[in-house]
């Protein structure tokens, strides 16, 4: 291994390879590699100026290692007979060993030195920068995160050499310049691991788990996880693969790319980790006071008039509507993005008339485009839509024979504005839905799809982000306020771009509403704040069933205490006729059932009106939650051990929350459940529908009938 200082970024080159690690903000470093050629200049989520950090850098020479090591390494004398180095950015240290592997080591202060920073780093005797030693009193470096090697001069014991396995593992693309990248790293017993975006599970804790690096319809790759050891790891590439958080190791796969590229940074708690990495990928902006309560959706309404008849009803029971939302198929045919003239006759009266009564409109825009659209052509031939390797050029076919755009491609971006700008956004249209955002494929053959930016394979997880962009970078040019636009995929760093992102089209279950709580809880710890889901599910079969209701009433109770408050469902049964015979147009479609509150009967229109309610009230505490997620990235919802690191019992809770640090929530996850165990972290807490107040540090047994989900106020 050659090691070099590159204007303060240790480079170390072996058989093909270049590895760089430089500091990366604060307490973090930023780790990249390529094979065969230098790296490119993607800086991916890492898309802020880091805080400014200077690393101190240590190259050890062949038989100075046992000589000169800090102690707290142990100066085993296999880790640098043949030459080593090390890199230390504050809390966090990074020392690479003959074979290219890499080992990462937290400093923690002692009691007796709270304010220690890092160890004393001016006694190593290096010949160079100067290497981190641990100093006895003030604190000690502990191994976090080991890369695995399994090869001569590859693993820190000599175990297991003859395998033959590296820790960065290339193997090249036959015809191409790309390559498949597996990147292992040791698996430490007894760690606990979360974020990582949003996958269909029941478990908060992803140790243990497989997880594809794909986006999916309710699946969210935000390739961020968050370590119970005090670390947060960032994978920084957009492309198709998977991660594996196995009990042997942890192994994490790009099937094609061009180089390795992940940020590591270490802390104490949870909230120093987010913090840490939204400074580095994008915080939130602040949300808009006037959309933190209610907002109706169904699917969906198919005509102005009814648009209109639904925001006077609400107006009537005396309930404000933040915002109404027009679904999808008010169109004429996927593409053309345009209200179909039929039953939308003037759609600028409407909006007028919807902001008169304050409500916020936001409408559906989808990235497919049907070949019958006005747009298809023009569009495939300036090379504006994806583009398939292999086969006919049709990428996804519900309801139309249909070509997603290529947002990677800055004139796409260009024409899919224009077109929504000249029919949506001039007629006043507020915001936008940005749906199927993933995208949709009628396949998901990875390997089938290109883009501008290259092979599907090396970049569609960002598909998502640059479809927001499409019109987060123009609305945030022409108004004042915050940009905020609904869609159902994200990736690292979505979070900046005004995206309130939902769970999906997920079933009307229990089973499916357990998953949800998970989901949102680990998106909340990959940086995404505005999280929504479907209350009630989006696929139910009969809205008069009685098991549903009741779930209704159980999700819409857990969606008061989180982000965004959001009716919406395709409700069953579908016995409603279309509104004309056309096979296109914004009559043909079928719709569902209604899904305002007052749609499930007196006795459930009671419970959500005062649930209602109870939304407003807490208006101010929501703004300030809001602006905490804008200032250091604390989603809304918590798991409980964001709140209380200290308590071992946290890290092991996943069917309660905090809302906030504040709210307690114990939402109730199963059919025909009126009592519930909730533990208690220490301290005094209030149960809201008594008043009586409980000691913490145990687990009590409550009520829950079905006008009541319960919640703890911490005193």
């Given at each position: 291994?050659?090691?070099?200082?590159?204007?303060?970024?240790?480079?170390?080159?072996?058989?093909?390879?270049?590895?760089?690690?430089?500091?990366?903000?604060?307490?973090?470093?930023?780790?990249?590699?390529?094979?065969?050629?230098?790296?490119?200049?993607?800086?991916?989520?890492?898309?802020?100026?880091?805080a400014?950090?200077?690393?101190?850098?240590a190259?050890?020479?062949?038989?100075?290692?046992?000589?000169?090591?800090?102690a707290?390494?142990g100066?085993?004398?296999?880790?640098?007979?043949?030459?080593?180095?090390?890199?230390?950015?504050?809390?966090?240290?990074?020392?690479?060993?003959?074979?290219?592997i890499?080992?990462?080591?937290?400093?923690t202060?002692s009691?007796?030195?709270?304010?220690?920073?890092?160890?004393?780093?001016?006694?190593?005797?290096?010949?160079?920068?100067?290497?981190?030693?641990?100093?006895e009193?003030?604190?000690?470096?502990?191994?976090?995160?080991?890369?695995?090697?399994?090869n001569y001069?590859?693993?820190?014991?000599?175990?297991?050499?003859?395998?033959?396995?590296?820790?960065?593992?290339?193997?090249?693309?036959?015809?191409?310049d790309?390559?498949?990248?597996?990147?292992?790293?040791?698996?430490?017993?007894?760690?606990k691991?979360?974020?990582?975006?949003?996958?269909?599970?029941?478990?908060?804790?992803?140790?243990?788990?497989v997880?594809?690096?794909?986006?999916?319809?309710?699946?969210?790759?935000?390739?961020?996880?968050?370590?119970?050891?005090?670390?947060?790891?960032?994978?920084?590439?957009?492309a198709?693969?998977?991660?594996?958080?196995?009990?042997?190791?942890?192994?994490?796969?790009?099937?094609?790319?061009?180089?390795?590229?992940?940020?590591?940074?270490?802390?104490?708690?949870?909230?120093?980790?987010?913090?840490?990495?939204?400074?580095?990928?994008?915080?939130?902006?602040?949300f808009?006071?006037?959309?933190?309560?209610?907002?109706?959706?169904?699917?969906?309404?198919?005509?102005?008039?009814?648009?209109?008849?639904?925001?006077?009803?609400?107006?009537?029971?005396?309930?404000?509507?933040?915002?109404?939302?027009?679904?999808?198929?008010?169109?004429?045919?996927?593409?053309?993005?345009?209200?179909?003239?039929?039953?939308?006759?003037?759609?600028?009266?409407?909006v007028?008339?919807?902001?008169?009564?304050g409500?916020?409109?936001?409408?559906?825009?989808?990235?497919?485009?049907?070949?019958?659209?006005?747009?298809?052509?023009?569009?495939?031939?300036?090379g504006?839509?994806?583009?398939?390797?292999?086969?006919?050029?049709?990428?996804?076919d519900?309801?139309?024979?249909?070509?997603?755009?290529?947002?990677?491609?800055?004139?796409?971006?260009?024409?899919?504005?224009?077109?929504?700008?000249?029919?949506?956004?001039?007629?006043?249209?507020?915001?936008?839905?940005?749906?199927?955002?993933?995208?949709?494929?009628?396949?998901?053959?990875?390997?089938?799809?290109?883009?501008?930016?290259?092979?599907?394979?090396?970049?569609?997880?960002?598909?998502?982000?640059?479809?927001?962009?499409?019109?987060?970078?123009?609305?945030?040019?022409?108004?004042?306020?915050?940009?905020?636009?609904?869609?159902?995929?994200?990736?690292a760093?979505?979070?900046?771009?005004?995206?309130?992102?939902?769970?999906?089209?997920?079933?009307?279950?229990?089973?499916?509403?357990?998953?949800?709580?998970?989901?949102?809880?680990?998106?909340g710890?990959?940086?995404?704040?505005?999280?929504?889901?479907?209350?009630?599910?989006?696929?139910?079969?009969?809205?008069?069933?009685?098991?549903?209701?009741?779930?209704?009433?159980?999700?819409?109770?857990?969606?008061?205490?989180?982000?965004?408050l959001?009716?919406?469902?395709?409700?069953?049964?579908?016995?409603?006729?279309?509104?004309?015979?056309?096979?296109?147009?914004?009559?043909?479609?079928?719709?569902?059932?209604?899904?305002?509150?007052?749609?499930?009967?007196?006795?459930?229109?009671?419970?959500?009106?005062?649930?209602?309610?109870?939304?407003?009230?807490?208006?101010?505490?929501i703004?300030?939650?809001?602006?905490?997620?804008?200032?250091?990235?604390?989603?809304?919802?918590?798991?409980?051990?964001?709140?209380?690191?200290?308590?071992a019992?946290c890290?092991?809770?996943?069917?309660?929350?905090?809302?906030?640090?504040?709210?307690?929530?114990?939402?109730?996850?199963h059919?025909?459940?009126?009592?519930?165990?909730?533990?208690?972290?220490?301290?005094?807490?209030?149960?809201?529908?008594?008043?009586?107040?409980?000691?913490?540090?145990?687990?009590?047994?409550?009520?829950?009938?079905?006008?009541?989900?319960?919640?703890?106020?911490?005193?």
């Open positions: 291994m050659i090691f070099s200082n590159d204007h303060g970024a240790l480079v170390a080159r072996r058989q093909g390879e270049t590895l760089r690690i430089e500091a990366w903000g604060k307490d973090s470093l930023r780790v990249r590699a390529a094979m065969n050629s230098g790296l490119n200049s993607n800086d991916w989520a890492l898309t802020e100026v880091p400014q950090a200077e690393a101190q850098i190259i050890f020479a062949p038989g100075e290692w046992a000589r000169k090591a800090p707290w390494t100066a085993d004398p296999n880790l640098g007979a043949e030459g080593c180095a090390m890199i230390t950015n504050g809390r966090i240290c990074a020392l690479v060993n003959r074979a290219g890499i080992s990462y080591y937290k400093w202060p009691k007796e030195f709270p304010d220690a920073q890092s160890a004393d780093t001016s006694s190593a005797d290096s010949g160079n920068n100067g290497a981190a030693s641990g100093t009193g003030n604190g000690s470096w502990t191994l976090i995160l080991r890369e695995y090697g399994r001069g590859g693993t820190i014991s000599r175990e297991s050499r003859c395998l033959k396995i590296d820790g960065r593992e290339w193997k090249g693309i036959q015809g191409g790309t390559y498949r990248l597996n990147v292992k790293f040791e698996s430490n017993d007894g760690e691991l979360f974020g990582m975006g949003q996958y269909q599970q029941p478990w908060l804790d992803h140790k243990g788990s997880l594809e690096l794909e986006q999916r319809n309710s699946q969210i790759t935000v390739p961020f996880a968050v370590s119970s050891l005090g670390y947060g790891f960032l994978w920084n590439n957009p198709v693969g998977r991660v594996t958080f196995g009990k042997n190791y942890t192994e994490w796969i790009a099937r094609a790319t061009k180089q390795m590229d992940y940020w590591i940074t270490a802390a104490d708690t949870p909230k120093e980790i987010l913090a840490s990495y939204t400074s580095v990928t994008g915080h939130a902006p602040m808009p006071e006037d959309r933190m309560g209610l907002w109706q959706c169904k699917l969906r309404y198919r005509t102005q008039a009814e648009v209109l008849e639904i925001a006077h009803r609400y107006q009537e029971e005396g309930i404000h509507i933040d915002q109404i939302v027009i679904d999808f198929f008010h169109w004429t045919v996927q593409g053309d993005w345009k209200f179909d003239k039929t039953y939308w006759p003037d759609p600028k009266a409407m007028d008339e919807l902001h008169s009564m409500i916020k409109v936001i409408v559906s825009v989808w990235p497919s485009v049907d070949r019958r659209s006005e747009n298809f052509e023009p569009m495939y031939e300036r504006l839509l994806m583009k398939t390797d292999r086969g006919e050029p049709q990428t996804y519900y309801q139309g024979d249909c070509v997603e755009i290529d947002p990677f491609n800055p004139e796409t971006r260009e024409y899919v504005w224009e077109v929504c700008k000249k029919n949506y956004y001039d007629l006043g249209i507020d915001a936008f839905w940005l749906d199927n955002s993933e995208p949709d494929l009628g396949v998901y053959d990875f390997d089938n799809y290109r883009y501008q930016a290259g092979a599907a394979l090396t970049c569609s997880n960002l598909y998502p982000q640059m479809y927001s962009r499409i019109f987060y970078d123009k609305m945030s040019q022409l108004r004042d306020g915050t940009v905020v636009n609904l869609l159902r995929c994200g990736w760093g979505s979070q900046k771009y005004g995206n309130v992102i939902w769970s999906g089209d997920v079933p009307s279950t229990f089973e499916a509403f357990r998953d949800q709580l998970q989901a949102g809880l680990n998106m710890l990959a940086g995404i704040p505005w999280w929504t889901t479907d209350i009630g599910g989006f696929m139910t079969d009969d809205v008069n069933d009685p098991d549903f209701r009741q779930l209704l009433i159980r999700w819409y109770q857990f969606a008061v205490y989180s982000a965004v959001r009716m919406h469902g395709d409700r069953g049964p579908y016995d409603i006729p279309p509104l004309d015979e056309r096979d296109w147009g914004g009559g043909y479609l079928h719709t569902g059932q209604p899904n305002e509150l007052w749609s499930y009967g007196e006795d459930n229109y009671r419970i959500m009106r005062d649930y209602y309610e109870l939304r407003i009230s807490m208006h101010d505490y703004r300030d939650l809001y602006q905490e997620a804008h200032e250091n990235g604390s989603p809304l919802i918590r798991t409980m051990f964001y709140e209380f690191p200290e308590d019992k890290w092991e809770l996943s069917d309660q929350y905090m809302f906030g640090s504040k709210y307690l929530v114990a939402p109730i996850l059919l025909n459940e009126f009592r519930r165990n909730v533990y208690l972290p220490e301290g005094e807490w209030k149960l809201t529908s008594t008043g009586e107040i409980y000691a913490g540090g145990q687990t009590v047994t409550v009520d829950a009938p079905i006008e009541y989900m319960p919640v703890f106020e911490k005193k």
